[in-house]
């Protein structure tokens, strides 16, 4: 997956994503890690996290300037 850490972009396992790395996702890909979402929307099962059957929509965060 690519992500952005420290300004650079790169690319890199799933396994090795750490707080604080911007993750870019295309439409269609998919990312086996918890993420927030900052821009657009996504489809999210989270069955093996939360024991919920069903995936849901995760809808970005609400505008800040502070960073989270």
Do not use: H, Y
């Not at 439409?27 to 919920?52: H, P, R, W, Y």
């Amino acid at each position: 997956m690519m992500v952005q850490r420290k300004g650079a972009r790169f690319e890199i396992p799933s396994d090795q994503v750490i707080f604080g790395d911007i993750v870019l996702l295309n439409k269609g890909e998919i990312a086996n890690c918890d993420l927030i979402v900052f821009q657009g929307s996504a489809i999210v099962n989270e069955s093996m996290l939360t024991g919920d059957s069903l995936p849901f929509a995760k809808s970005p965060l609400v505008s800040n300037e502070d960073m989270f």
